[in-house]
């Protein structure tokens, strides 16, 4: 006969075993052996009429006694309100998603044209360019500086003598 | 975790509640209203007996099928219908004992000097009734329904899930398994030592209901 009190893990293994047995958990094997066990063993087959009986007295549970009509009408209200929240701030959502989208698109307008003008103004401004409007200058230079006569090379440049360069006047 | 279409084709053969949901999915208000008449009794008396407050239980059990409408777009059948539905009960009871025992923390000394002498240990209770000096008598239903409610208040939380779920839902251990995100060895031995536990809770009224 088994003592399932002289061993903790015995006992642990046999209330295991017994609680497999009563869901209907074990296999044909091991229900085989169980069922062996039991028809040998007084204390196993009283450790399974007690779980068993503790077990049907979960039957004196209360179970919920609910207006089923009532329930589902509140539920139901309850969802239709979270849904109407729900499509309010999907609305405001797409709304600052499409502000923030027009804020986006013109930041990136207001970009491009600051962009596009930083350009203009580094090219117009770039060190070559000088040289490029100055090359009928450049390349009549030595001659140029046999010139002492300021007032002379003004009248020249305003007669429009040196192509490519703009007149004061202009 | 993905559910392959073999799988979600099988659940969706075998389970009608399923189909009830993949209606649910497609908007149909009506499928929605017969699952919450099928379940709402069974969800309302796990949730009360994991809460222990009526009202709570009720309004958790709203929660839940506020969930399961709002998830029904992502719902595909990988598990039996009541599985799944009862996982969300799983979580949503685990949210609300965080809740209360946050609450809890700052009433439990009011509640202590309150209670007198009962003991706040429901097991204690148990004990105290049952040593008592009352003389040997058959207990009414709600004398008896009352001493297994506070037997299944003495189990932890994950035991009296496992037990709710396998008493009432009649779940076998590879579905509790999965409604409680544990393994089914792990379910085997919470169930064995939940029985054991009821069993010495319950042990003075085994005999034929009878207060000793």
Request: a negative charge.
């Given at each position: ?170 | ?97 965080r809740s209360l025992a946050r609450r809890k923390e700052v009433q ?27 003389p040997t008598r058959q207990l009414d239903k709600s004398e008896m ?16 899930m496992a037990v709710l779920l396998s008493k009432f839902e009649e ?42």
């Open positions: 006969m088994t003592d399932p009190t002289a061993h903790p893990d015995a006992k642990t293994e046999m209330d295991e075993l017994l609680a497999a047995y009563l869901d209907n958990e074990l296999d044909d094997t091991e229900r085989s052996l169980v069922e062996t066990r039991l028809a040998e063993d007084e204390t196993f087959r009283s450790r399974l009429d007690d779980l068993d009986r503790a077990w049907d007295m979960l039957d004196a549970l209360p179970k919920a006694d609910l207006d089923d009509e009532k329930f589902v009408r509140t539920t139901v209200e309850m969802i239709t309100v979270a849904a109407s929240q729900e499509i309010q701030q999907y609305e405001q959502q797409r709304k600052r998603t499409a502000i923030i989208r027009q804020a986006g698109i013109a930041l990136g307008i207001v970009a491009l044209i600051g962009m596009g003008y930083m350009l203009t103004q580094w090219r117009l401004n770039r060190p070559d360019r000088i040289l490029v409007d100055n090359l009928t200058v450049i390349e009549n230079v030595d001659e140029l500086e046999r010139v002492d006569n300021i007032e002379f090379l003004e009248a020249l440049r305003k007669e429009g003598l040196f192509t490519g360069e703009t007149s004061d006047e202009s | 975790m993905s559910i392959s279409e073999s799988t979600a084709r099988r659940y969706e053969l075998q389970d009608p509640d399923v189909r009830l949901m993949l209606l649910v999915r497609d908007d149909d208000a009506a499928a929605f209203e017969e699952l919450m008449l099928r379940y709402q009794r069974r969800v309302v008396t796990v949730l009360e007996h994991l809460v222990g407050k009526r009202d709570l239980a009720e309004d958790l059990a709203q929660d839940v099928f506020m969930r399961v409408y709002r998830s029904r777009k992502s719902y595909v059948p990988g598990s039996r219908f009541s599985t799944w539905l009862f996982t969300i009960v799983n979580n949503v009871a685990s949210n609300a004992r439990v000394t009011n509640a202590a000097e309150q209670s007198g002498s009962q003991p706040a240990d429901p097991m204690e209770r148990i004990a105290t009734a049952a040593s008592g000096m009352m329904g009352s001493i297994v409610r506070q037997a299944v208040e003495s189990l932890n939380e994950r035991q009296r779940m076998s251990y590879a579905d509790i398994a999965e409604t409680m995100g544990m393994s089914v060895q792990a379910i085997k031995s919470l169930l064995s030592r939940a029985r054991a536990n009821l069993k010495e809770a319950l042990q003075p009224y085994l005999q034929e209901g009878t207060v000793p």
